[in-house]
C-alpha cells in the first residue's frame, strides 16, 4: 500500500494506523462514535489534511464528490500502488479504472437490472415475515434479521442451493475483513482473507460449469451468459464478480439493517413518526444511509498530477475519502448529526448522501440494499422493539461499520 509518500509495505506498518490515517480505528471510543473523531480532522478549517506520513485525507462532502466523479482520480496508476494487494486474477470491477471497469460493468450491469431487483419485492418481503414470525422476547437482532435476509436473497439470486448458505457466513466474514488495507490486518487474517477466496472460487467455479450446460433463472446463469458484442466475462472475471456480489451484496446490506434498527432504538421521536407513517419509509432508509452508513471511506490514486482545492496531488499519490464524514458536512447538510427520517422526504430538497459513492463506481447494488431496507425495517417496527441492555460491540472492520450483534427486546 502506498501510504502517500511513496513509502509502502513495512513503512505503513510501522508508522501505525492513527500515523497514517489521521485517527486510530482500533479505540473502542472511535469504534462507537467516529463521526465525533471524523469532526476533529477539519476542526482547524482545512478541508483536506495531511497525516504524519503525508496520507492526504478529506471529510469535505465537496471534495469527495469532486474526486469520485473526476476522471483523473482512479484505482491503479501505472506504476503505483493499490489501497490493498490483490493478484489480477482476483480484481473485480470495483478496484478497476476505464476501460476495463466499464468494459466488466456493462457486462454485469446486464444480469443486474432494475427490473430483477424489483421482482424480488414478494420473496424479500416474505423472508422477512418468516425471519420475524416466531421472534419473542430477547433476541439478537443481526443474527435473527440482518444477517440471514441478505445472504439468502443474495444466494437464491446466485443460484446456491440452500444447504450450501452456510458456507457463506465464514467466506464472507473473512472477503469483508479483507476490504480493510494489509497493514491493519494481523498476518493470519489475511491468510483467512486468501484461503477465503480460493475456496469461494472453487466453489463457484464448480457452480458456474453446471449452469453452462443447464442454465436457470438466476444470476449466475445471467452472468456466464452475459455477452456484448461478443465479449463475455472470463471465467477470472465472473468469480471475481461473485466474490464482489457477495460482500457487497450482503455485507453491506447487514450493516444497513443494524445501524439502521439502532439509530430508530436510539430515538424514540423519530422511531414513532416511523412507525406512524409507513409512507416515509423509503425516505426514512435515505436518511439512514446518511446517518449511519455501511460503508465508511474509499481511496482514489491520482492518475496524473491533480490540483485539490489548492493542494497538488501528484500522480499515484492517495487521496482518503471519508465519505461517512462527509455525509455530516454541516456546509451541506442542515443539523447533520440529528437523524431526520423526513429529510428526504418527497418536497424536500436534500443533498444526497455518498454512501452509494458516486460517479462511475456508484454501487451497482443500491436498488437491492434500498429494497431490502425498506422491507426489513418496516415489518420489523410493526412489532413493539426496545434494546436490550448491555453493551454494544462493532466489528473490526474499518472501511465496513456494523455491529457485531444487536440484542433487543421484541414483546408480542
Request: charged share 30%; proline share 6%; with cysteine.
Amino acid at each position: 500500500m502506498d501510504d502517500g509518500t511513496g513509502q509502502a509495505g513495512t513503512a505503513a506498518e510501522q508508522a501505525g494506523a492513527a500515523a497514517i490515517l489521521g485517527f486510530d480505528p482500533g479505540d473502542p471510543a472511535f469504534r462507537a462514535d467516529p463521526y465525533a473523531h471524523y469532526r476533529t480532522l477539519t476542526s482547524h478549517g482545512r478541508r483536506l489534511t495531511r497525516t504524519d506520513v503525508g496520507l492526504r485525507v478529506t471529510t469535505s462532502y465537496d471534495l469527495c464528490e469532486r474526486v469520485l466523479r473526476d476522471p483523473r482520480f482512479g484505482h491503479r496508476p501505472d506504476g503505483g500502488e493499490p489501497w490493498r494487494a490483490t493478484v489480477a486474477r482476483n480484481r473485480s470491477f470495483l478496484t478497476m479504472d476505464p476501460p476495463d471497469h466499464t468494459r466488466l460493468r456493462r457486462l454485469v450491469s446486464k444480469a443486474f437490472t432494475p427490473r430483477l431487483v424489483e421482482r424480488l419485492r414478494p420473496r424479500v418481503e416474505a423472508l422477512v415475515d418468516e425471519l420475524l414470525r416466531d421472534v419473542s422476547g430477547e433476541t439478537d437482532l443481526i443474527a435473527t434479521l440482518a444477517y440471514p435476509l441478505p445472504v439468502i436473497v443474495i444466494s437464491e439470486m446466485l443460484g446456491v442451493p440452500p444447504e450450501d448458505r452456510d458456507l457463506f457466513k465464514g467466506w464472507s466474514d473473512s472477503l469483508a475483513r479483507g476490504l480493510d488495507p494489509d497493514f491493519l490486518l494481523p498476518e493470519a487474517e489475511i491468510a483467512q482473507r486468501d484461503e477465503a477466496r480460493e475456496e469461494f472460487g472453487t466453489y463457484f467455479r464448480e457452480l458456474a460449469a453446471k449452469r453452462r450446460t443447464e442454465p436457470r433463472d438466476d444470476l449466475l446463469s445471467a452472468l456466464v451468459s452475459v455477452s456484448d458484442g461478443g465479449d463475455v466475462l472470463s471465467e477470472d472475471e465472473l468469480l471475481a464478480t461473485c466474490v464482489l456480489l457477495l460482500v457487497a451484496g450482503h455485507e453491506t446490506t447487514v450493516n444497513l439493517i443494524g445501524n439502521g434498527a439502532l439509530a430508530l432504538l436510539r430515538d424514540p421521536a423519530q422511531l414513532a413518526l416511523f412507525r406512524e407513517r409507513p409512507g416515509l419509509v423509503q425516505a426514512a432508509v435515505e436518511e439512514l444511509l446518511r446517518y449511519d452508513p455501511p460503508v465508511q471511506l474509499t481511496l482514489r490514486s491520482a492518475l496524473e498530477d491533480v490540483d485539490l482545492d489548492g493542494t497538488l496531488i501528484e500522480r499515484g499519490k492517495l487521496v482518503l475519502l471519508l465519505t461517512g464524514a462527509a455525509n455530516r458536512d454541516p456546509s451541506v447538510f442542515d443539523d447533520p448529526n440529528r437523524l431526520d427520517i423526513t429529510r428526504y422526504a418527497e418536497g424536500r430538497d436534500a443533498p444526497k448522501h455518498l454512501s452509494f459513492g458516486h460517479g462511475i463506481h456508484f454501487c451497482l447494488g443500491a436498488p437491492l440494499a434500498r429494497l431490502e431496507g425498506q422491507v426489513a425495517l418496516g415489518k420489523l417496527f410493526e412489532r413493539d422493539v426496545a434494546l436490550a441492555s448491555g453493551d454494544l460491540v462493532y466489528r473490526d472492520n474499518l472501511v465496513l461499520r456494523g455491529l457485531r450483534d444487536l440484542p433487543v427486546t421484541v414483546r408480542a
